[in-house]
């Protein structure tokens, strides 16, 4: 793959999304749905290749790392959103036109003006790329504030940028502050825009035919799995570390869903909850990942003003405190070998670490991968240290106790001071006060206890409730001694490590950082998407309609099932080159040729999408080979040393 890469380096052109021919492909692989904004259908290339994405992220994670897999539902009670906060914060800050009334996300309506004033700055100062060539037939995109060349101080640059580093970090009244201050408006009319209120992004519905039971559909798939909880654990037959994974619909009712896939209403998540003890967030396969490079973007350094990355091994930002533990360290490593192995670009590939207001007010650490696109740097994948949050609120609202219980190796001696209340005669002295002395002197630690000892030697002493009442005790009511306890057994609540998905975006960053074009015909596509994920594996192409062929076709075709790999076939009257011109465009990495040669001698032709270099042998010979291609177990170098190349000159008699 990579020879590949270099390859197409030095002989092709990047293709921009906007041009025809990028417009075109992804109006085959992905259709806008209903005219609604935010909601897409998929077309048969893009479906597979959605499927085969995840087909590799069910391999690469759920089975490598022995994960239980959950399917929980869609449709979810109120109060499970309400326990786990979203009902309260999972919300966006807007803003609306106070003209128009048209609602913009305030973080990105400063973000894209604020870019689009920086990108005027380098056209006037001469800085500026060469702007993509639009196609006529392109609409206009109103999800970006159009650059106007006019230059900026440099103290004004320098503040712009500052800001875009840290604008995560900001809060909604802030945000608010920006636009007032560097007069940011909408940049569809120029119009001012108002204060930024909060947004709650959940879907509200409600259950039964009289809607009784209000519910929402799910913003994620988190919660289906800490409510099983209990049940994943006692499967696991009641031991930590273990993880659950689940990949299923989300719904978040989106302010202004623009930028195609990237933000949506409607969108396939895959998620992961890893629980592990608080006291060992340890992994145990860490040394496997240790020495993988990460381009990491930390806190400090936004704080800074600065989006410079820094390369360095996983290991090495663990060691350094710079991500909080090995557990969140390992699926960091193991997101970016997901992300390369299915074909985004390393060089366009960053780890964000969050900042402190971004950042849950629970949560340990937390890091996003993000891939650079048209659109700029866009997460894809969200990985945090959650803590115990998720699982102690559910326990707290329904009573139910969601903690391991861990047989310890040698048992724990402890000695403590322990509060006895005497029966026949407490209650009778204070009556319905009764609970209220029990819950005074029940929340005292050691340190109060052994005070409240000393003065009930001495003769009595008195204790006073959070009204101010006092009352008095006497050791004929209360007894304080010191016992001895053996823990066999330890009990606690998990932390959660959670990688989150957003496999249309990545799908949407996948098909950007694949789709190029040969410098000899620019005006067709090539869509380099690795073997393991592409829609279609191999394409068959016979030379002829003539009736001798079809029994040849047949036998490839069935040759290719029984391997497991997913073929086309393109019999078509069109010539052969147009035939794998367009298949290029939909990222097809392999065709078998099948010609007159085939007929007389069994041979049969294969062609590689990228190099376009062709090799020839008999028909078994070249579905072994491919079979190998497809699966991974041999690339094309090897290939070319097992088949000779071909000529082009069909060995006919």
């Given at each position: 793959?990579?020879?590949?890469?270099?390859?197409?380096?030095?002989?092709?052109?990047?293709?921009?999304?906007?041009?025809?021919?990028?417009?075109?492909?992804?109006?085959?692989?992905?259709?806008?749905?209903?005219?609604?904004?935010?909601?897409?259908?998929?077309?048969?290339?893009?479906?597979?290749?959605?499927?085969?994405?995840?087909?590799?992220?069910?391999?690469?994670?759920?089975?490598?790392?022995?994960?239980?897999?959950?399917?929980?539902?869609?449709?979810?009670?109120?109060?499970?959103?309400?326990?786990?906060?979203?009902?309260?914060?999972?919300?966006?800050?807007?803003?609306?036109?106070?003209?128009?009334?048209?609602?913009?996300?305030?973080?990105?309506?400063?973000?894209?003006?604020?870019?689009?004033?920086?990108?005027?700055?380098?056209?006037?100062?001469?800085?500026?790329?060469?702007?993509?060539?639009?196609?006529?037939?392109?609409?206009?995109?109103?999800?970006?504030?159009?650059?106007?060349?006019?230059?900026?101080?440099?103290?004004?640059?320098?503040?712009?940028?500052?800001?875009?580093?840290?604008?995560?970090?900001?809060?909604?009244?802030?945000?608010?502050?920006?636009?007032?201050?560097?007069?940011?408006?909408?940049?569809?009319?120029?119009?001012?825009?108002?204060?930024?209120?909060?947004?709650?992004?959940?879907?509200?519905?409600?259950?039964?035919?009289?809607?009784?039971?209000?519910?929402?559909?799910?913003?994620?798939?988190?919660?289906?799995?800490?409510?099983?909880?209990?049940?994943?654990?006692?499967?696991?037959?009641?031991?930590?570390?273990?993880?659950?994974?689940?990949?299923?619909?989300?719904?978040?009712?989106?302010?202004?869903?623009?930028?195609?896939?990237?933000?949506?209403?409607?969108?396939?998540?895959?998620?992961?909850?890893?629980?592990?003890?608080?006291?060992?967030?340890?992994?145990?396969?860490?040394?496997?990942?240790?020495?993988?490079?990460?381009?990491?973007?930390?806190?400090?350094?936004?704080?800074?003003?600065?989006?410079?990355?820094?390369?360095?091994?996983?290991?090495?930002?663990?060691?350094?405190?710079?991500?909080?533990?090995?557990?969140?360290?390992?699926?960091?490593?193991?997101?970016?070998?997901?992300?390369?192995?299915?074909?985004?670009?390393?060089?366009?590939?960053?780890?964000?670490?969050?900042?402190?207001?971004?950042?849950?007010?629970?949560?340990?650490?937390?890091?996003?991968?993000?891939?650079?696109?048209?659109?700029?740097?866009?997460?894809?994948?969200?990985?945090?240290?959650?803590?115990?949050?998720?699982?102690?609120?559910?326990?707290?609202?329904?009573?139910?106790?969601?903690?391991?219980?861990?047989?310890?190796?040698?048992?724990?001696?402890?000695?403590?001071?322990?509060?006895?209340?005497?029966?026949?005669?407490?209650?009778?002295?204070?009556?319905?006060?009764?609970?209220?002395?029990?819950?005074?002197?029940?929340?005292?630690?050691?340190?109060?206890l052994s005070k409240l000892q000393g003065e009930l030697a001495q003769g009595s002493t008195t204790v006073t409730s959070s009204d101010g009442r006092e009352f008095k005790l006497t050791p004929d009511l209360l007894t304080i001694e010191k016992k001895t306890f053996k823990q066999s057994i330890r009990?606690?609540?998990?932390?959660?490590?959670?990688?989150?998905?957003?496999?249309?975006?990545?799908?949407?960053?996948?098909?950007?950082?694949?789709?190029?074009?040969?410098?000899?015909?620019?005006?067709?596509?090539?869509?380099?998407?690795?073997?393991?994920?592409?829609?279609?594996?191999?394409?068959?192409?016979?030379?002829?309609?003539?009736?001798?062929?079809?029994?040849?076709?047949?036998?490839?075709?069935?040759?290719?099932?029984?391997?497991?790999?997913?073929?086309?076939?393109?019999?078509?009257?069109?010539?052969?080159?147009?035939?794998?011109?367009?298949?290029?465009?939909?990222?097809?990495?392999?065709?078998?040729?099948?010609?007159?040669?085939?007929?007389?001698?069994?041979?049969?032709?294969?062609?590689?999408?990228?190099?376009?270099?062709?090799?020839?042998?008999?028909?078994?010979?070249?579905?072994?080979?491919?079979?190998?291609?497809?699966?991974?177990?041999?690339?094309?170098?090897?290939?070319?040393?097992?088949?000779?190349?071909?000529?082009?000159?069909?060995?006919?008699?």
């Open positions: 793959m990579r020879a590949l890469r270099s390859v197409r380096s030095r002989l092709s052109v990047p293709l921009f999304p906007g041009t025809w021919t990028w417009l075109a492909l992804v109006q085959v692989l992905i259709h806008s749905a209903l005219g609604v904004a935010g909601l897409y259908d998929y077309g048969p290339p893009g479906s597979s290749l959605q499927s085969n994405i995840i087909a590799e992220w069910r391999k690469h994670f759920i089975v490598e790392e022995h994960m239980l897999e959950v399917d929980t539902t869609i449709m979810t009670p109120a109060p499970v959103f309400e326990t786990s906060g979203h009902v309260a914060r999972f919300a966006d800050w807007m803003v609306k036109d106070l003209k128009t009334g048209e609602v913009l996300r305030a973080d990105h309506l400063v973000k894209n003006v604020l870019e689009a004033r920086l990108a005027g700055d380098k056209e006037v100062r001469g800085l500026a790329g060469a702007p993509p060539k639009e196609d006529d037939k392109k609409k206009k995109k109103k999800d970006k504030a159009k650059p106007t060349a006019v230059k900026l101080a440099d103290e004004v640059v320098v503040e712009y940028e500052t800001i875009l580093a840290q604008l995560d970090n900001y809060s909604g009244p802030e945000l608010g502050e920006l636009c007032r201050k560097y007069n940011i408006r909408n940049p569809d009319t120029d119009n001012e825009v108002s204060e930024p209120q909060q947004f709650n992004l959940m879907f509200a519905s409600s259950i039964g035919p009289t809607g009784q039971h209000p519910g929402f559909l799910r913003p994620e798939t988190a919660q289906g799995h800490f409510l099983n909880f209990s049940r994943l654990l006692e499967f696991n037959n009641g031991r930590i570390p273990f993880a659950s994974a689940q990949i299923g619909r989300s719904f978040r009712n989106e302010i202004s869903p623009r930028a195609g896939l990237l933000r949506v209403r409607e969108f396939t998540m895959a998620e992961i909850e890893h629980y592990v003890d608080p006291e060992d967030k340890r992994h145990e396969r860490f040394s496997e990942v240790r020495d993988v490079e990460l381009d990491l973007l930390d806190r400090h350094t936004q704080a800074a003003g600065s989006t410079k990355v820094t390369r360095m091994k996983i290991g090495d930002a663990v060691d350094k405190g710079i991500v909080a533990n090995e557990t969140l360290g390992y699926f960091l490593a193991r997101i970016n070998q997901f992300l390369i192995k299915i074909g985004i670009n390393p060089t366009r590939l960053r780890f964000r670490q969050h900042m402190a207001n971004e950042m849950a007010h629970y949560a340990t650490d937390c890091w996003d991968a993000e891939i650079q696109n048209s659109y700029g740097w866009t997460e894809c994948v969200g990985c945090a240290d959650r803590a115990a949050y998720d699982l102690s609120v559910h326990s707290a609202k329904t009573g139910h106790p969601l903690v391991v219980r861990q047989a310890l190796k040698e048992p724990i001696i402890t000695e403590k001071l322990v509060a006895e209340f005497n029966k026949k005669t407490f209650g009778k002295t204070f009556g319905k006060d009764s609970a209220v002395i029990q819950n005074i002197v029940g929340g005292m630690d050691e340190a109060l009990e606690f609540t998990p932390n959660v490590i959670e990688p989150s998905f957003g496999l249309g975006r990545i799908l949407y960053a996948l098909l950007e950082h694949s789709f190029w074009s040969r410098e000899q015909d620019v005006d067709r596509g090539v869509l380099s998407l690795p073997a393991v994920v592409a829609p279609t594996k191999v394409l068959i192409v016979p030379l002829s309609a003539k009736p001798e062929f079809v029994p040849l076709v047949r036998e490839v075709s069935a040759k290719l099932r029984k391997a497991g790999i997913f073929s086309r076939v393109d019999d078509s009257n069109t010539s052969i080159g147009k035939r794998y011109a367009r298949n290029d465009e939909l990222g097809t990495p392999y065709g078998l040729t099948l010609d007159f040669a085939s007929t007389q001698k069994g041979t049969m032709t294969l062609r590689e999408r990228d190099t376009t270099g062709q090799l020839i042998g008999q028909i078994d010979e070249v579905i072994a080979t491919v079979t190998e291609l497809v699966n991974g177990t041999i690339d094309w170098a090897e290939a070319c040393r097992r088949l000779p190349a071909y000529d082009g000159v069909q060995d006919v008699e």
